[in-house]
């Protein structure tokens, strides 16, 4: 088992900054991909960046790359999203993701609460 709690969310200004932190507890923290995703209100989820394991590569959806940084740090069990330049359009609640494929059982994924985040002037 594996529990997330987001933190970070709030209100900021178009062109502002944001960093999302997510708290994992449970084992094997490093054994997980580690992803960050959000809902719009009236959308649905959608992925928005991650970290693979194993290989620690790193993926963003085209409407974030070269504003957001996804981060890990798995001595803190912690995962990161630094969110730049943030537009209207980014307000959603954030959600963060921890999956990983276990042999026999197949796919487990687990999911925070979210935090919103509101993009507005």
């Known amino acids: 088992q594996v529990q997330l709690v987001e933190s970070g969310g709030g209100l900021v200004q178009p062109g502002g900054s944001l960093r999302l932190s997510c708290a994992a507890s449970?084992?094997?923290?490093?054994?997980?991909?580690m992803r960050w995703y959000r809902q719009a209100p009236g959308k649905g989820r959608e992925l928005v960046g991650g970290?693979?394991?194993?290989?620690?590569?790193?993926t963003y959806a085209d409407f974030v790359k070269g504003r957001f940084t996804v981060s890990r740090d798995d001595a803190k069990n912690t995962l990161d999203l630094q969110m730049n330049s943030l537009k209207p359009e980014d307000t959603a609640v954030y959600y963060c993701?921890?999956?990983?494929?276990?042999?026999?059982?197949?796919?487990?994924?687990?999911w925070g609460k979210g935090t919103l985040v509101t993009v507005s002037s």
């Open positions: 993701n921890a999956q990983r494929v276990r042999p026999y059982i197949g796919t487990i994924n687990y």
């Open positions: 970290i693979s394991r194993p290989g620690g590569t790193t």
């Open positions: 449970g084992a094997g923290f490093d054994s997980y991909a």
